[in-house]
T-cell receptor, first 112, second 108 residues
Framework: DAGITQSPRHKVTETGTPVTLRCHQT?????MYWYRQDPGHGLRLIHY???????DKGEVSDGYSVSRSKTEDFLLTLESATSSQTSVYFCAIRGGSANEQFFGPGTRLTVL | QKEVEQDPGPLSVPEGAIVSLNCTYSNSAFQYFMWYRQYSRKGPELLMY????GNKEDGRFTAQVDKSSKYISLFIRDSQPSDSATYLC????????FGAGTRLTVKP
């Protein structure tokens, strides 16, 4: 257990509403990541953070923003949710001897 | 063309079979190669990693990297029903690229 929690675990929302997903880690890792997972696409990087207030875009960042005001928390915000953002969202931290990534349990988001 | 290509399967084998899972990649700069296992409705968990070319063995699992062909493989010997999961290859460190995943079912 890499000490990563995500909240909420499930969410159903309507198109146009703002949504914030939270990732919390207990092990003080510097790097944190947000991915989305869709059938046929695997995991795709949305944004990542390499420290407090230090973030960068990933492969599929359009429509998403992130914030990291504390080492332990990394927030993903959908400013105005669209149906194309229906997905499973995973948070990850980087650690271990090979700088491998450890994943949280995921958040299943449905945008109606 | 995707940076990492992986046959999505599904792949179904009888218990005890040898399983071969494969990925190809396009960026020759990658040095870290990983395999993740993901059970249904769970997050991916790291199974094995290799650095650069060569083989690495861990119990029933062997990871193989051929950088000249840009080809990575995961072999599972004596497969068990508990190995039924989706297997994802992953390449890189910071900007890690994942394959789409291969769904494996091992039938008793």
């Amino acid at each position: 257990d890499a000490g990563i929690t995500q909240s909420p675990r499930h969410k159903v929302t309507e198109t146009g509403t703002p949504v914030t997903l939270r990732c919390h880690q207990t092990e003080n890792h510097r790097y944190m990541y947000w991915y989305r997972q869709d059938p046929g696409h695997g995991l795709r990087l949305i944004h990542y953070s390499y420290g407090v207030k230090d973030t960068d875009k990933g492969e599929v960042s359009d429509g998403y923003s992130v914030s990291r005001s504390k080492t332990e928390d990394f927030l993903l915000t959908l400013e105005s949710a669209t149906s194309s953002q229906t997905s499973v969202y995973f948070c990850a931290i980087r650690g271990g001897s090979a700088n491998e990534q450890f994943f949280g349990p995921g958040t299943r988001l449905t945008v109606l | 063309q995707k940076e990492v290509e992986q046959d999505p399967g599904p792949l179904s084998v009888p218990e005890g079979a040898i399983v071969s899972l494969n990925c190809t990649y396009s960026n020759s700069a990658f040095q870290y190669f990983m395999w993740y296992r993901q059970y249904s409705r769970k997050g991916p968990e790291l199974l094995m990693y290799t650095y650069s070319s060569g083989n690495k063995e861990d119990g029933r699992f062997t990871a193989q990297v051929d950088k000249s062909s840009k080809y990575i493989s995961l072999f599972i010997r004596d497969s068990q029903p508990s190995d039924s999961a989706t297997y994802l290859c992953a390449i890189g460190v910071d900007d890690m690229r994942f394959g789409a995943g291969t769904r494996l079912t091992v039938k008793p």
